[in-house]
């Protein structure tokens, strides 16, 4: 049983590099879109759980250009914490849905 939580524990840091690594916002979005698709591909996500996924996305990209055009095109670094913060939420999710029983 331990050797499992460590595996689940390193998927799912796994997911959260992006943000450790210093990815952008933007190569984020694309990575998280990436394992959606993967995930709707091979039937780990429902079609309920992507419309909600793609949803709580877009209201984050959504916020992001509110932002930026607040700030003439650019994001502050407060813009940018509560972004990643909220993207990291989706990757939690992301992860979630696809390692739970619903099958699509």
């Known amino acids: 049983m331990k050797i499992r939580n460590i595996v689940i524990a390193g998927a799912f840091l ?3 590099l992006p943000f450790v690594s210093g990815a952008t916002i933007g190569q984020r979005k694309e990575n998280q879109q990436d394992r959606v698709a ?5 039937g780990q996500m429902t079609a309920g759980e992507t419309s909600h996924i793609e949803k709580k996305e877009s209201a984050i990209n959504k916020e992001e250009r509110a932002d930026r055009t ?3 095109g650019k994001l502050t670094p407060a813009d940018r914490k509560a972004i990643h913060q909220q993207q990291n939420q989706m990757s939690r999710r992301i992860y979630r849905d696809k390692h739970n029983a619903a099958k699509q």
Not at 38 to 42: E, I, L, P, R, T
Request: glycine fraction near 10%; charge should be neutral; proline fraction near 0%.
């Open 14 to 16: 796994s997911s959260t």
């Open 38 to 42: 993967q995930g709707v591909k091979s």
């Open 70 to 72: 607040v700030d003439n």
